[in-house]
Each structure stands twice: as C-alpha cells, then as structure tokens.
C-alpha cells in the first residue's frame, strides 16, 4: 500500500500535480472499478492520506533516496582456482587463486549483475573503501543528530 502511495506523491514531487487532482483522477478511474457513489468518498479518503505529512516526508525521502540509475540487491565473492598448465595439457604448473566479486542490481528495466576480477590486494582495497564510508555514515548520522534533523535512511535492497 505505502509502495502505491509513494508512487502517486512521485508524481506530485516531478510534476509538482497538486495531490486532490492525482487523487480525482485514480478515485475516477474505470480500472479501480469503483460504483459512482463510492468515489468521492474515496478521493476524499486519498486526498488526506496523500496530504498526510508523515507519508509526504516517507515519499520523499525514499523518491529521494532511489533516484539512482542501479540500485545495489546483493553481492557475493566466488573464490576460485585456476590450474596453469604448461604447454602440454599433462604437465600441470601450478595454480592462481582469484576472486570474482559478483553484484546483483536493480534498473529502472528489471535486473542485472556485474562480476569483477579480484586478487587478494583488491579485496583488501574493497574492504578499506567499505570501512571509510562506514564511518563517514556515522558522522553524518552524528551531525544530523546534533542538528536536530530526522534521519530518513530507506531500504534499498
């Protein structure tokens, strides 16, 4: 329900439509298959809700908040060797182990999934880069605090 509500206060944060008017046009609509009598009841009862400043502030923050072109999902690290041979397929070298960092995310046409070779050096790198911005996170999160504002973080996954 909050997922259908976002949606239409989406359209009155990019259009700047006036939410009595979103809410005319959906409580109107013959695919919501409401009797005549029942809809201005209806667009009453939406009109408020779009109207609501708590969900308003929650629309915003998360229309905000995935107004990327990827959205991160998961991720996972496959650890794997591979076997160096030497010119012939019988005379077996040695081995190099590797990593292939695999990321699944969202796009605004479905799924999608990257994967990235990876030696122990850049995993390290990887998990610096990750410890920093945890830490800036807890800065920021510090100053809004302090300032008195309202941390709105949303799910993205």
Not at 13 to 30: E, K, L
Not at 33 to 49: A, D, H, I, N, Y
Not at 80 to 106: M, N, Q, W
């Amino acid at each position: 329900m909050l997922g259908l509500l976002f949606s239409l206060l989406s359209l009155h944060f990019a259009h700047d439509w006036p939410t009595d008017g979103i809410a005319m046009r959906v409580a109107r609509d013959q695919a919501l298959g409401l009797e005549p009598e029942q809809q201005p009841g209806f667009e009453q009862w939406l009109t408020r809700v779009l109207s609501s400043r708590t969900i308003t502030r929650l629309a915003k923050a998360f229309d905000i908040a995935i107004d990327y072109q990827f959205l991160f999902h998961v991720a996972r690290i496959l650890t794997d060797i591979r076997p160096v041979f030497a010119d012939s397929p019988d005379d077996l070298l040695g081995a190099v182990v590797t990593h292939t960092l695999k990321i699944d995310f969202y796009t605004r046409e479905g799924h999608d999934e990257l994967y990235v070779a990876m030696n122990d050096d850049d995993l390290a790198e990887l998990e610096r880069a990750v410890q920093r911005a945890k830490v800036k996170g807890e800065s920021l999160r510090k100053v809004l605090k302090d300032a008195g504002l309202a941390q709105m973080d949303v799910d993205l996954g």
